[in-house]
């Protein structure tokens, strides 16, 4: 048991890695496409919120002004494992495992992580 146990925390860190890297490429590259057709529309690209979800509120759909897909929220309280928190219209976190949240905000157009180097390190 001692040696399984390591091995599935390590196995259920991966996962959740993989699913923060798929979705934070689906929603920056919807993004872009959303800025490219701003630009050739010669309309203002300013984007003011990616979805109409409630602030820390477990349960609601996020980025749905970009994405088709559902990406449930989870809140600070409960902190789900492979899930986002919603912290503001433009700024989320993504809780990895119990000891890392990744920070990312949406800044002139780019959605992007803004913790510390070491973790942003691991989405790109």
């Known amino acids: ?8 925390v ?10 923060l890297k798929s979705q934070y490429t ?19 690209t300013e984007i003011n919120s990616l979805d109409d979800a409630m602030i820390n509120k477990a349960g609601e759909k996020l980025f749905t ?4 897909i559902n990406i449930l929220a989870t809140s600070k309280e409960v902190s789900k494992k492979g899930s986002w ?5 433009l700024s989320y976190s993504f809780v990895l495992s119990t000891n890392e949240i990744i920070d990312f905000a949406l800044e002139n157009g780019i ?8 973790l942003c390190e691991k989405v790109y």
């Open 1 to 8: 048991m001692s040696f399984a146990l390591p091995k599935f």
């Open 10 to 19: 390590n196995i259920n860190t991966k996962s959740n890695l993989t699913t």
């Open 26 to 44: 689906l929603l920056q590259n919807s993004i872009n496409e959303f800025n490219t057709k701003q630009i050739l529309l010669a309309n203002s």
């Open 65 to 68: 002004k970009f994405l088709d």
């Open 85 to 89: 928190i919603k912290l503001s219209d």
């Open 111 to 118: 959605f992007k992580c803004v913790s510390d180097e070491t």
